[in-house]
């Protein structure tokens, strides 16, 4: 085998570990690829949560414009009002001291 022929070959051979080298371990490489797809995954799942919670969220907006009976409901359930004219009665549990 002549020199120019050997350093053809070690020539091609140095080019083609450069080439392996960036698919395995440098910008783009396969490990890299495959982190951004996982991250893409996992943003996806979030984004489609947000959705769901911006849906949620929008439906009780029109809700709450539309009727007069969301705002009672959430009077009652989150501030404890009443209307005029009701009673109000809370019902506790029963205490185990008592019956033991």
């Known amino acids: 085998m002549s020199w120019k022929v050997s350093v053809a070959v070690s020539i091609l051979l140095f080019v083609l570990i450069a080439l392996q080298w960036r698919l395995w371990f440098g910008e783009g490489s ?10 893409l995954a996992t943003q996806r799942v979030q984004l489609d949560q947000l959705h769901e919670r911006n849906a949620t969220l929008q439906a009780e907006v029109d809700d709450l414009k539309e009727g007069l009976a969301a705002i009672e409901g959430r009077a009652r ?24």
């Not at 009443?82 to 029963?94: C, R, W």
């Open 30 to 39: 396969l490990a890299e690829v495959d982190s951004l797809r996982r991250q």
């Open 77 to 100: 359930s989150e501030l404890g009002l009443i209307q005029q004219g009701e009673t109000y009665y809370q019902l506790l549990p029963p205490d185990k001291a008592k019956h033991d």
